[in-house]
């Protein structure tokens, strides 16, 4: 299979370049048309809806959506909403400038909007964070 990385950050990226094969390229997911880099059956979005502004989420959902094919697994990963809070209030200079609590039940009304049903749900790390699994055309 073919793996394409997206991320804003360039150093992620030449590190992604440096370490992994596939393509990466630094794109912003929430502004740009995404049409060029084709369709994907799977994506992947690991501790990626956190860092993404509640107010930019719609848009970064219907940008991805563009990209997706009738038939796809989209797999994502976040903290859970009270452990963002405890980090918050305990060690607050390991956050990012944009860490966001993700509503698990907001991803999915978002995901049905473009056909996603959810599939599995996980906690992972004792609780820190979940795992879900949307599928579409399955």
Known sequence: ???????????????????FKGRYEVRN??????????????????????HVRVADRAKFLKNLSHVTENRCVLLASFPDG????FIRSSRPETLQPVDEHVSRYW?????????????????????????????RGF
């Open 1 to 19: 299979f073919d793996v394409t990385g997206l991320d804003l950050s360039q150093g992620n990226i030449a590190y992604a370049k440096a370490h």
């Open 29 to 50: 997911v929430v502004e740009e048309d995404l049409t060029d880099l084709g369709s994907f059956g799977v994506v992947v979005l690991c501790d990626t809806l956190e």
């Open 82 to 85: 009270d452990y963002l809070d």
């Open 107 to 135: 991803l999915r009304e978002a995901l049905s909007t473009y056909g996603f049903k959810l599939a599995q749900t996980n906690i992972y790390d004792g609780g820190q964070g979940w795992c879900v699994k949307y599928t």
